[in-house]
């Protein structure tokens, strides 16, 4: 739909939809936090209001939601953070971030947590594979200064995430 950057890069109908139609049938989302303020018409600078916000989303429909691309005055420059939130809990983990954007890196993201989460019926550990996956997805497509995300050549990274990095919970 958007991010904070670039603002909505979709056709103006999308974003109603979303919001009307789509999130209060759904039972997962995975906006980006950009996307969370829309679809809940919240501000969502800091933790505690992207928390608010994922509450907000929680009572349209999904019980479970995950926010990417988390950006909050105490989060260091070169570093990045995602929030899953499934009923009450609330996890997020921290990654380092990587100085270059590739489009389809969303979509891979909520396509992991989606499966992770079916899978194992946990999102702390949803979370923890799907941050471990992405990350090596993208530093191996950085690494080989790569227009394309290297799907193909990451998809071990997929099957078996390194688990390198710590979840907490809120």
Excluded: W
């Amino acid at each position: 739909m958007g991010n904070a950057k670039s603002g909505c890069f979709v056709s103006d109908e999308i974003p109603p939809l979303l919001r009307d139609k789509v999130v209060p049938v759904a039972d997962i989302i995975t906006p980006n936090q950009f996307e969370l303020g829309y679809l809940t018409d919240s501000e969502v600078g800091t933790l505690k209001q992207t928390l608010a916000a994922v509450k907000r989303a929680q009572e349209i429909g999904p019980k479970t939601v995950l926010v990417t691309s988390v950006q909050r005055p105490e989060t260091s420059e070169d570093e990045i953070e995602m929030l899953a939130v499934d009923g009450e809990r609330a996890f997020l983990v921290t990654t380092p971030k990587l100085p270059f954007k590739r489009n389809g890196s969303g979509d891979v993201t909520a396509s992991l947590f989606t499966g992770h989460y079916v899978e194992t019926h946990d999102a702390k550990e949803a979370l923890k594979r799907t941050a471990s996956s992405v990350f090596d997805l993208l530093q191996n497509t950085y690494e080989a200064d790569s227009q394309e995300l290297l799907l193909i050549e990451s998809q071990d990274v997929f099957a078996h995430p390194q688990l390198q990095f710590q979840v907490t919970e809120l």
